[in-house]
């Protein structure tokens, strides 16, 4: 029940940024999410698909977090699992924290 309880608290850090959001709602301890696209791209679905997996490479570069990827109707997207019973709420926000910086910084350069 907790780790339900951690996940709706992630899907909520993801809904509060502008420069993520989820695929679907979250199901148990599972959110599935993307990068939004910048706005006026002209292939929007290629940016963000691009930005998603470039997302993914960096995240787990630092070892500091485990994210999976999947594809979901040509929809690159990173999932996020609350899966241990030690978890805690500061650990679900530091992992949101290092997406969010990493995803601001991925944003910052030149496509």
Do not use: C
Request: proline content about 3%; aromatic content about 6%; hydrophobic content about 50%.
């Amino acid at each position: 029940m907790q780790a339900i309880a951690l996940n709706e608290h992630f899907a909520s850090l993801i809904r509060s940024s502008k420069s993520l959001s989820l695929v679907t709602e979250p199901s148990f301890a599972l959110s599935v999410f993307y990068v939004v696209a910048p706005a006026g791209v002209a292939d929007r679905l290629l940016v963000q698909n691009t930005l998603t997996v470039k997302l993914h490479e960096r995240v787990e570069a630092l070892k500091d977090i485990v994210l999976t990827k999947t594809l979901l109707n040509e929809v690159s997207a990173i999932r996020f699992a609350v899966g241990a019973r030690a978890t805690e709420e500061k650990h679900v926000d530091h992992a949101f924290e290092l997406i969010q910086s990493q995803t601001e910084r991925l944003l910052a350069e030149p496509m």
